[in-house]
């Protein structure tokens, strides 16, 4: 794009209040004449029909503020990050020729550095063929076996990623094929003005809000959700590796009680937060912004966001 609006970042672990954070702060800006709108980015809110499970802005809070990032394919349908960058990258150029500030909400680490890093995800090679072969034997081998031979065939490239993401495991061993075991393109900057904001909250405070999130999650129509998707799809689809659905679906077929799948579904946000944690220590610049305590961070949030905006 010719021009790159004036982004803020909004990063952190799952359950750490990024959603809510962002629409205050837009709503703020937007009392006092900035314009603003969200991108999400999430690996698993792009997919239409994962509402509940994936903790997606509800309608009204669309209707508060513009999104962008969601609902973008059906779960059949693969999507890579390179598409997720290009259809970002159409938003931030429309945002920035209708002269907005653009928040880029959420926490897929890998969709907040190609974008905040500017990492040409699209120069990345990619055949339908190998992708859907792949795809097949992460259904007939399982994740561990997959992520094993990307593990053997390209070290480099299978290092820094989540192995325990099939989404980013069947890509990353597409591209491992496609180009061996090289480096990914060195990132080139974002092309406009870029703050970087973090949400954190203590381990013990964090950990509340997973339990609580994945309770009201299956008290307000999750199982609902998890039964009419895998009443169109297949439920081995690597989309439905969000975390909530396999542990409903156990409820609706009787294999696990639904304390026991609300336990397990805590236990698998709390070691995905663990990770997402580990992500981000590994990236600068970011100011972090504790949660959870005696002083909230919306304060702190308009005061950065209003230095940068001035330029300061």
């Known amino acids: 794009m010719t021009s790159a609006p004036p982004l803020v970042v909004v990063a952190g672990a799952t359950a750490t209040g990024k959603t809510g954070l962002a629409i205050r702060l837009a709503e703020w800006l937007n009392a006092q004449g900035r314009p603003v709108e969200i991108i999400s980015a999430d690996s698993r809110q792009v997919f239409r029909g994962l509402d509940i499970g994936t903790a997606k802005a509800s309608p009204a809070d669309r209707s508060r503020v513009p999104h962008h990032g969601l609902d973008l394919v059906d779960p059949d349908r693969p999507f890579s990050v390179a598409e997720y960058a290009t259809d970002a990258r159409l938003a931030l150029a429309g945002i920035a020729e209708r002269g907005g500030v653009a928040l880029l909400v959420g926490g897929t680490g890998l969709y907040l550095r190609t974008i905040g890093r500017g990492i040409a995800t699209e120069a990345l090679p990619s055949d339908a063929a190998v992708r859907a072969r792949i795809e097949a034997e992460l259904i007939s081998d399982g994740l561990p076996a997959l992520a094993a031979r990307l593990q053997a065939l390209a070290p480099t490239l299978a290092a820094p990623i989540d192995l325990r993401n099939p989404r980013r495991v069947v890509r990353t061993l597409e591209i491992a094929e496609l180009r061996g075991d090289r480096p990914?393109?060195?990132?080139?900057?974002?092309?406009?003005?870029?703050?970087?904001?973090?949400?954190?909250?203590?381990?013990?405070?964090?950990?509340?809000?997973?339990?609580?999130?994945?309770?009201?999650?299956?008290?307000?129509?999750?199982?609902?959700?998890?039964?009419?998707?895998?009443?169109?799809?297949?439920?081995?689809?690597?989309?439905?590796?969000?975390?909530?659905?396999?542990?409903?679906?156990?409820?609706?077929?009787?294999?696990?009680?639904?304390?026991?799948?609300?336990?397990?579904?805590?236990?698998?946000?709390?070691?995905?937060?663990?990770?997402?944690?580990?992500?981000?220590?590994?990236?600068?610049?970011?100011?972090?912004?504790?949660?959870?305590?005696?002083?909230?961070?919306?304060?702190?949030?308009?005061?950065?966001?209003?230095?940068?905006?001035?330029?300061g």
């Open 184 to 311: 990914l393109p060195v990132p080139e900057g974002y092309p406009g003005p870029i703050a970087w904001l973090g949400l954190r909250a203590a381990p013990g405070i964090h950990a509340g809000w997973i339990a609580e999130r994945a309770r009201s999650q299956f008290a307000n129509g999750l199982i609902d959700e998890a039964r009419a998707l895998r009443e169109r799809y297949d439920p081995a689809l690597p989309a439905f590796s969000a975390i909530g659905y396999r542990e409903a679906w156990e409820v609706l077929d009787g294999s696990r009680a639904l304390d026991e799948a609300i336990e397990l579904d805590t236990s698998r946000n709390l070691a995905f937060a663990k990770r997402q944690r580990t992500w981000f220590r590994a990236e600068p610049d970011i100011t972090w912004l504790d949660v959870g305590g005696a002083e909230e961070p919306d304060a702190r949030a308009r005061a950065v966001v209003t230095r940068f905006l001035a330029g």
